[in-house]
């Protein structure tokens, strides 16, 4: 498993070997196509990152003023709260497209960028643990990176907090949660997360942040939240760099 692990993760420490040089020259903006020194200009990141009022429970966009969306009031998620910088829209939904499915991980620095904005300006307590969602290794044998820990590495680095890719595994390959109604997702990811079993004290009275690219209904984050909390964490938050408004919002 590890050896399969470490094998994956080879096109994402070329990258870096790679970009970390590149860094230092100036890039286009992936949205604007501005010359920018990073690779989302601060014009986008103003126009299209501003902060705006998220339910505290399930980061849902919600009116000013409005601490927890009525969905959290009638029955609140397994997580303790949970964070996202953006919605799932233009332009943040083709740059995870492009993050994700197309190896752009030019764009880590600059996604990973908005996600701890908006840690450092919420109030939510530092973490022990930052997992990122994991992959199942046959996911990440064809995808070659896991997008999740790719912005888990950054955000922790820039807090700092501890992280690490190989203490949360996904047992069992589910199929797209996109593709499923949503009546059907807590379903399909039931069971799907472990523990390393020779890890499992690490969790013990820790709390711990689950990071994803994207929540849509947070089926995959409450199924991780209650493994988390089995094995004895004390604490759950989840952040997202971006999330789907509910149907009929935008
Ligand atoms: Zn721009
Ligand atoms: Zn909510």
């Keep these: 498993m590890a050896g399969q692990y470490i094998e994956a993760m080879r096109p994402a420490a070329l990258f870096d070997a790679i970009a970390t040089p590149l860094r230092l020259l100036p890039s286009q903006c992936a949205v604007c196509r501005s010359w920018a020194r990073q690779r989302l200009c601060e014009a986008c990141a103003r126009r299209y990152a501003a902060p705006c009022p998220r339910c505290r429970r399930c980061a849902i966009g919600v009116p000013a003023g409005v601490a927890v969306c009525g969905a959290c009031l009638t029955l609140a998620p397994p997580f303790d709260g ?58 990440l044998r064809e995808r070659g990176y896991n997008q999740a820990w790719e912005l888990a590495r950054r955000v ?45 004290h690490e969790l013990q009275g820790r709390s711990v942040a689950v990071l994803d690219d994207v929540m849509t209904t947070g089926a995959t984050a409450s199924e991780i939240a209650l493994t988390l909390l089995q094995a004895g964490a004390r604490s759950v938050q989840v952040w997202v760099l971006a999330r789907t408004p509910r149907p009929g919002e935008d």
């Design 82 to 139: 949970a964070i996202a910088a953006v919605d799932y829209a233009y332009p943040w939904d083709e740059l995870v497209r492009r993050f994700k499915f197309d190896a752009s991980l030019d764009l880590a620095d600059a996604l990973a960028h908005r996600l701890l904005d908006a840690v450092r300006r919420s109030d939510a307590p530092r973490p022990d643990w930052l997992l990122p969602v994991p992959l199942s290794a046959e996911r």
């Design 156 to 200: 922790a680095r820039g807090l700092p907090c501890a992280t690490d890719a190989k203490l949360l595994l996904r047992m069992k390959d589910t199929p797209h949660q996109v593709a499923l109604p949503p009546g059907r997702r807590a379903a399909n990811v039931r069971g799907a997360f472990a523990l390393e079993p020779r890890r499992r």
